[in-house]
């Protein structure tokens, strides 16, 4: 087998990214040569109080920097990162003005907007100035129920000027997963919108909007947000306002009073998935989600001043918060709500097309299900702008690596990135200077040390095992909410090994440096003792025509562990002997006979989070008989009666 790249870049395109100017400028500082991507990353992490704090340089942090790094910098958690700085979330995404457009947005099909960094400025400072006139300050918590729309980013941005702590879900999510996520952190103000579009259909939510409202108390003020142009139940929400109506009073106002912060200071509860249980509210800092953004944007996916970016997420997945801090690259946004296969199936590639989309980032799941649907945008559409093609929620297969570069577009940066709610940002990104491995995520992230641990805690590389973050890093929570004495949050990243951030995904480091994730470690097989990742047996199975998706578990049996995996079909397939020889056959041939399930059953629909994750634990419990705690998670909770009493798993 030929080791050879998909992709990598040429001598021009490696002078002109941002990654080559900073390196360029680190050498500039530190009088040595850094010939490769390893030996930078082995400086950041050597030095990592130079490493951030040239960072916040060279991005153009806007605030006071303080003479201190690092406190306390070999304990984790406990490290205090930029403990004498001063900054403003919002100021640094508004730094941008003029006629300049910072956002497009498009509501599938229905709805399209543009507004300029001048107008979001000013719509940022007259929300400000109406959450300061009801009483808002520094340490309230303003909730968002939004699509993603221009109003969420300027009520995020409003409520970051004054000091204030933002938290968003979408619509998609019922009363009671709203209610479970909201109660617990007591907003002050709810802003919701009056409905959604979604795959062609109007959805109106004032009727959820009331129920919610209903039973958060701290709730002072509700603000609707036109949308679909519903209205009936409007009259029924308690203590609410249109959104024209909450800044009609302050329609003068043109500045924004930013309340500077601590560079800890509280910025984004954000919510696990919370299929084991009421999710856990991690809070995430102001200071160390700018500047983690910042170096994600700018080093690992080369953002550029006046590129056009692009990630299909919702407000309930962090890769909106994500999206939205490219503003401070001085980027514009591309905001899309709704089916990602809405009207042609082609809606997402139609507006990279007219919008001179630049990153178009989405997640795996939607990229195999593009290559299952043979969308083919490389002949359909032209897209001379883009440079970088992001991938992540899931991991990405190797047969989707070979879509793109084959369907979408043949000179792109690929990069398959990995890292979660609880840093909300990424362990493992892209290199737009480093050639891209097919099944492969690029490179370990600057400024962090990231390593892969056996069992007994020693670091491993082209071997199996937990990813871990070694040594502090400024994007790590400041704390989970109603948590006062850190046990929950200890428990959750370092119990399995003393003062290491352990991150639940079970990898592999490649000898390209780069890491593949085979799935999360408490969803790993372990038939005969022998560990399995979940991704290693679904890039084998999704790769037969007829199979749509799958879902693999291990079931408990005979004082032993055996393989179950669960088949969603093309239409009109049917399920055969033969199907499930060649599964097997097919496994059998690309992982290893120990991959090879016991049992293997066809379901119509397989249970899902908001964020369009396979819920392997969820179905072990339903399969087990064990209750499924917090099924108001799922975007199809009905998908897991599939899997209930099946007499196939009794024999």
Known sequence: MIDRPLWQPDAARIASTRLTAFTQEIEARTRRRFDDYAALHDWSIDEKEAFWSALWDFAGVVGHKGERVLIDGERMPGAQWFPDAQLNFARNLLRQRGNGEAIVFRGEDRVERRLSHDGLYTEVARLAAALRAMGVTRGDRVAAYMPNMPETVIAMLATASI?????SASPDFGVQ????????????????SDGAFYAGKRIDNLARVAEIAAHLPTVERVVVVPYVGATEGFDSIERATWWADFLAPHAHVTDIAFTNMPFAAPLYILFSSGTTGVPKCIVHG???TLLQHLKEHQLHSDVQPGDRVFYFTTCGWMMWNWLVSALASDATLLLYDGSPFAGDGAILWDYAQDERCTLFGTSAKYLDAAAKTGLTPARTHSLPALRAILSTGSPLSPEGFEYVYRGIKSDVCLSSVSGGTDIVSCFALGNPNGAVWRGELQCKGLGLAVEVFDDDGHPVREQKGE???????????????NDPDGARYHAAYF?????IWCHGDWCEETSHGGLIIYGRSDATLNPGGVRIGTAEIYRQVEKLPEVLESIVIGQDWDNDVRVV???RLREGIQFSDELVARIRKT?????????VPAVILPVPDIPRTKSGKIVELAVRAVVHGAPVKNVEALANPEALDNFRDLPALRA
């Open 565 to 567: 995996l669960f088949v």
């Open 587 to 595: 496994i059998r041939d690309n992982a290893s006979p120990r991959h």
């Open 177 to 192: 997963g709203i209610l479970d996520r909201f109660s617990q952190i007591e907003p002050k103000v709810l802003i919701a």
């Open 163 to 167: 000091g204030a702590i933002f938290s």
């Open 467 to 481: 990813l871990v973050c070694t040594r502090p890093f400024p994007c790590m929570p400041i704390a989970f909410w």
């Open 495 to 499: 119990e399995r090994f003393a003062n």
């Open 286 to 288: 102001a200071g160390g």
